[in-house]
């Protein structure tokens, strides 16, 4: 027997429009999540892992620093090249609420 289940489609977007790339496959991201889940486990135990998964299953390698990092410092013009990448989980963007159908913000900035 078989069965086809149909789901309705919402439209997403993505899109990057500073031409920042990563140089080589591999980038060190700074993750200290605080909070824990409902089994237990905390927040940032379960982003490390994610991460180790996307590792293992492509040709990028992300490193987890387990500390905190605040993404929304304000570093200067030309002063994100020290590569250091914050992770944080919020209701804004650095003081910016987005709309309630917002999945993820990424911010980039480069050379």
């Known amino acids: ?60 390698e992300f490193i987890a620093v387990n500390d905190y990092l605040d993404p929304c410092i304000d570093r200067g013009a030309g002063q994100f090249v020290d590569g250091a990448t914050g992770i944080d989980f919020g209701a804004d963007v650095c003081g910016t609420e987005f709309q309630e159908n917002t999945l993820a913000v990424t911010l980039t900035a480069g050379r």
């Open 1 to 60: 027997m078989l069965f086809v289940f149909l789901l309705p489609l919402h439209s997403s977007n993505a899109f990057e429009t500073s031409g920042n790339f990563w140089e080589s496959s591999r980038a060190v991201f700074h993750v200290g999540i605080s909070g824990s889940s409902p089994t237990g486990g905390t927040r940032n135990a379960a982003f490390i892992r994610a991460m180790n998964a996307w590792s293992e299953g492509s040709n990028f």
